[in-house]
């Protein structure tokens, strides 16, 4: 799908299960393309926020409030708008919040644009003059989103079910999934990827003196973009985005510095025993940050981009739950072992 297909066609697919017709393609792209801008009132929302604030706990917050503003039963014809509204003003609370963040005015959503380059333009531009959205960049994001689309029962996946499974709707349960991405052993080790390669080059010679750090059981540093819970060899989505490291970097003439520091790194931890013995190879956030970072995504946003990628999967797994007709409202046990009886403290 990575190489044939467009984000919102893979979107179709999670979520409905089956690949659209192109008649079907096309309305749900005119759907989501309408729906892209947000209440006027979302200036204000999100201006009264920090402007120094991480843009992850922004998205979360925004999601949650669009169920402030879209308050409707929850009838079938009525969740399908709420999985419209989601995947079309989800890249439009992204863009706002980081044009907050730097003080720029927001950028409204462009009906003539793709998906993609909506959102690339909705970044990157300013009112004051043209901005062309390179196809080849807007392209790379679209493969960026497939490659995140959905990944079965990871931490924000089951948080999104978690949540939803106590009849919560559907923004609210996609508000705590990502909450749930923005810890960095998940969604927000891409942006760790970065910062760690990035102090590997500012400190020089050090990938070895970090490999140790990382191998050290007495010390918390992880190789991180490194080892997964399921994957225990190569993850299939880090290979291909090495291969798009290179065309995107050759595309925009940028530095190839960071990506130098992350092959050299997979390179001495494939052939270290450490790694060898514990499966651990590159998943999906290990190359993913260095494409961002070409593209001029500022570090922050990177886990709002897999939040991007992610949505249609938190949405089919929340609707794939809601329609089981075994589903009931999660709840884990819990085995107590602590202490039993214990009494208050004297003076009381
Ligand atoms: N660097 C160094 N050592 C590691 C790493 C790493 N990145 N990952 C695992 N290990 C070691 C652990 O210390 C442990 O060693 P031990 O057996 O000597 O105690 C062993 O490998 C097993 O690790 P666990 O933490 O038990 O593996 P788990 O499946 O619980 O964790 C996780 C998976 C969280 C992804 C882990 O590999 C990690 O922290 N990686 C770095 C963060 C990261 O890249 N997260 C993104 C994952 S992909 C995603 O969520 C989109």
């Known amino acids: ?89 989800m890249p439009t609370i992204a863009a706002q919040s980081f044009k907050h963040s730097i003080g720029q005015p927001a950028i409204y959503p462009r009906n003539d644009l793709p998906y993609c380059s909506n959102f690339l333009h909705m970044m990157f531009a300013t009112p004051c003059e043209e901005f062309e959205v390179d196809p080849v960049v807007a392209r790379a994001v679209d493969l960026l989103l497939i490659l995140h689309a959905d990944h079965e029962q990871n931490c924000s996946t089951s948080t999104v079910r978690m949540v939803g499974s106590s009849m919560a709707n559907l923004f609210a349960s996609i508000s705590s999934g ?78 190839s510095e960071l990506l130098d520091i992350a092959m050299r790194l997979e390179e001495i931890a494939l052939g270290d025993s450490y790694f060898i013995e514990r499966n651990l190879y590159p998943n999906v956030d290990f190359y993913s940050g260095v494409i961002f970072k070409a593209i001029g995504f500022p570090t922050n946003m990177f886990t709002v981009l897999f939040t991007l990628g992610r949505l249609p999967g938190w949405i089919a797994q929340w609707c794939e739950m809601r329609a089981d007709p075994s589903f009931r409202i999660a709840r884990p046990r819990q085995v107590y072992t602590g202490a039993t009886k214990r009494s208050y403290p004297k003076k009381r």
């Not at 540093?221 to 065309?247: Q, S, W």
């Open 178 to 255: 990502i909450s749930a991405l923005w810890g960095e052993l998940h969604g927000g080790a891409n942006q760790r990827v970065i910062e760690m390669l990035e102090q590997i080059r500012t400190e020089e010679g050090s990938a070895d003196v970090f490999l140790q750090k990382a191998k050290d059981r007495g010390d918390t540093t992880r190789l991180m973009g490194f080892g997964h819970r399921v994957y225990k060899n190569y993850d299939p989505r880090a290979a291909i985005l090495k291969k798009e490291c290179r065309t995107i970097i050759e595309r925009l003439g940028g530095s």
């Open 1 to 89: 799908m990575a190489q044939h297909s467009s984000f919102l066609e893979v979107a179709w697919l999670l979520i409905r299960g089956e690949l659209p017709s192109q008649e079907e393609l096309d309305g749900f792209r005119d759907e989501v393309t309408y729906h892209t801008m947000l209440h006027e009132d979302y200036g204000r929302f999100i201006g009264a926020l920090p402007k120094n604030a991480h843009p992850m706990p922004v998205s979360a917050a925004a999601v949650g409030a669009l169920a402030t503003f879209y308050q409707e039963p929850e009838t079938a014809e009525h969740v399908q708008r709420s999985i419209v509204r989601l995947i079309a003003k």
